[in-house]
Structures are given as C-alpha cells and as structure tokens.
C-alpha cells in the first residue's frame, strides 16, 4: 500500500527498540539488567486488582459512557482537587486508556496547522512526535545541570517565543531528566504563559511518585488551571502500565473534545478496570507506600553505584524513577565519542541496557555534555548493583 504523506511525520518511542535490542540480545544466551524502559516489575496493588476483578464478574464487561464512569471521574476530580489546592469536577473528567493519548488528543483540541509548541528535551520523545505529525511547530527547550540537579532554561523558552508560540507543554517531575521545577521556576514560566496567551499540557505522569516533600502542581498557580489540561495517569503510582488508564484534566470545554476524540477512537475507556481504580485511589494506600519504598531503596543503590563510576556523576532526585547520568568522562575514559557506540560497547560488555539522551529528542545546538538514562522501575536493587558494578569494572579498566 502507498502509506500517505503525513505519516512521514510521525515518530516514535526508540526505547522501545532499545528494549527490542536487549531482548535479541537476552536471547542469545546473555544476562540482560534492564534499565531502558519505563515499566515497572512490581504487582499492582490488589485492592485495584480485586476491584477489576470484581467488577468484571459483576458483568461489568459492555461499553460504559464515551468519557469514563461517573463514579471515577467524580472520584479522581475529588482526589486532584485534594492534592493540587485546585477545584474539579467530574464535567473537567475525561478517562483515557493510558496518560499518553492525551498528548495527542489536547493537541488536536487546541492546536492550528503552523502554531509554536514549546517542549522539553530531553523529554517524552511523543510530544515531538504529535507535534509534528499534527503540523504544529516544535519548539524544544532544554534543561541546565545545577550542583543539585536541573533548571528550566527559561531564557531558552524565551528566545522561542513568538506570535505564532501558542502551547507550552510542561512535564515538571520530568522523564527522563527526574528534574523538578522550584517556585521561581513555575513562577516566571506563568508569567510567560500569561504574557502570550499560551496553552499548556501539564504532563504529570510521575506526580505522586516521589520519596520525600510534596508535589506542587502548575495548575495551582493563580490563572494557569483554565488555561492548564493535565495528564494524569495510574501507569506509574499503581504499577498499572500495562492496564492502560489515565485521564485528561481541564476546562470543560476542552475536555468534551477530547472526550469526542474517545467516541471517535476507542468509544470508551475499559470499562471494569475503572472499579479497580476508584478502589486504588480510596482504598488502603499500604501497597503504594511500598511500592515507593522500593523504589527509593533502588534509587538509593544506583545513585551510589553510578557516582562509584569514574567519570560518571550522578544527581538524586526525589521524584520519577529514573536517573540522568553525566557520562561526558566515562565516554572519554573510553575514548568513545558518540551515544550509540557507547551504549553498545556497554551492553555488550555487560549487559547493562540503558537509553541515551538520542532517545529523547534531538540534540539541541551548544549541548557540550553527554547523558545516559538509567529508569531503575523495572529491575530490582540487587540486579542494579550487580549491573552497576560490571559496568563500573569496564568503565574503570
Ligand atoms: N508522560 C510521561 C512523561 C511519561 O514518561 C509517560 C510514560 O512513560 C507517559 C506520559 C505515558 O504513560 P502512560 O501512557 O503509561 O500513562
């Protein structure tokens, strides 16, 4: 078939042909440590799992309304307005099979042929993607290493905007960087918002994963929320990435489109999946609690183990699940020059499998230094001191 034009533009994840690669490599008799994807290796809790199930057998198994189920709009609008000092309601609810269709299905709401869509890279790889494929123009921006992890190049953001820059798209707790935006931050960048009448996505799939303090949501600064749609997703705070559950959050007005983008695309989120929810955000929290205890605890190792290495420095967020790495000296160390030669050598070597900054946008001019991803949710802490450390010997030797 002749493939249309378009679809030239629409890219992809690459570390999920990372995980494809490590796989072939498994398969011809390798130890594989899996640090590319993230996914997460612990069990969902089972109240959430024993609500589906129940659910189900109470034949909760047909179409259910195009939005999601009343009850867990009503009950994720109550559960966001707790946490983000914001009012929703359920009409402000549109349940999704996953947090990611949101970032194509806002931009479809909201953005003409031609617009100027701020985004972060390193960043999620489909904002580019969507960006592009809807014909908007993507305007990327970076981050910049601190002593105690990474700051917003606002100045960067600055220089982007135009007439034609309408969308920001913010994902503060951020893949893969783990950087977390401070007051000043969010501060001047809703003075800028304000100032060119931008919309933004507020991507906030890691906001209840973190090990210490408390998020604090864009949305809650005065005159973002009418102007905000969150992503919210269960993938990661309930270990539910293969269920397939999140919501997009916002104005009514926008929200009903994205709802008929649903009626459209998949008539309705899952349907007996949505009880299971509802029991996770108002059950017992025991099982979360532990499910970000070992996270952390595996942070805690590989942080240690990854500024063991010589040339390598690594800070310790306090949110996400994943780790970026300056890797500038170790590559040296190596005499390797570019990322993917790197990557290799490491996993052949190794077989420690881990994404590059490559996997997470293109390379924005003057970048000087050179990162590494390492998500720590899908491997356990003894595999990652063990990989860790083959990989500290042959960076070392
Ligand atoms: N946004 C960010 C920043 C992510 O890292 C991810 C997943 O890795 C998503 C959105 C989408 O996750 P999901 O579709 O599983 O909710």
Avoid at 45 to 74: D, F, H, S, W
Avoid at 114 to 129: A, C, T
Avoid at 176 to 183: V, Y
Avoid at 332 to 348: I, P, Q, S
Wanted: hydrophobic residues 40%; proline residues 5%.
């Amino acid at each position: 078939m002749k493939i249309a034009e378009h679809i030239q533009r629409l890219g992809t994840e690459t570390a999920f042909a990372v995980s494809g690669e490590a796989a072939a490599f498994a398969a011809q008799g390798n130890h594989v440590y899996p640090f590319h994807l993230g996914d997460v290796n612990l069990s969902t809790p089972m109240t959430v799992q024993e609500g589906a199930i129940k659910a189900m057998r109470e034949g909760k198994t047909g179409y259910c309304p195009n939005a999601g189920i009343p009850q867990l709009r009503e009950v994720l609008a109550a559960d966001i307005s707790a946490s983000h000092g914001v009012n929703y309601e359920m009409a402000n609810v549109s349940i999704q099979p996953g947090g990611k269709p949101v970032i194509g299905k806002f931009l479809h709401a909201v953005l003409n042929p031609g617009d100027g869509v701020l985004y972060p890279n390193p960043g999620f790889p489909i904002y580019e993607s969507q960006i592009e494929f809807q014909g908007g123009v993507a305007l990327p921006y970076g981050y910049q290493e601190t002593e105690s992890g990474f700051v917003i190049d606002i100045a960067g953001i600055e220089r982007q905007l135009t007439p034609s820059t309408r969308i920001l798209i913010l994902n503060d707790l951020q893949n893969p960087i783990g950087a977390e935006a401070g007051p000043d931050e969010f501060e001047k960048l809703a003075e800028l918002v304000r100032e060119h009448d931008l919309y933004v996505l507020v991507d906030e799939a890691y906001f209840d994963v973190r090990y210490s303090g408390k998020s604090r949501s864009f949305v809650s600064i005065p005159g973002m929320q009418e102007r905000s749609v969150i992503l919210y997703t269960f993938s990661k705070k309930f270990a539910m990435t293969g269920w397939r559950l999140g919501a997009a959050i916002g104005p009514e007005d926008v929200i009903a489109v994205i709802t008929r983008q649903n009626v459209n695309l998949e008539s309705c989120p899952n349907h007996f999946i949505q009880y299971g929810a509802i029991d996770g955000l108002t059950g017992d929290q025991s099982e979360v609690h532990q499910i970000l205890a070992t996270l952390q605890e595996r942070r805690n190792v590989a942080v240690d183990a990854l500024n063991s290495i010589e040339g390598i420095t690594c800070a310790r967020p306090e949110t996400t699940f994943y780790l970026f790495p300056n890797v500038t000296g170790a590559m040296r160390n190596k005499g390797l020059t570019d990322y993917e030669g790197f990557r290799r050598a490491v996993l052949k070597a190794t077989g420690v499998s881990f994404c590059t900054r490559l996997h997470f946008g293109r390379p924005l001019p003057g970048e000087t230094q050179c990162y590494v991803r390492f998500a720590y949710s899908g491997i356990d802490a003894e595999q990652i001191e063990e990989g860790i450390g083959k990989m500290k010997a042959f960076l070392d030797s």
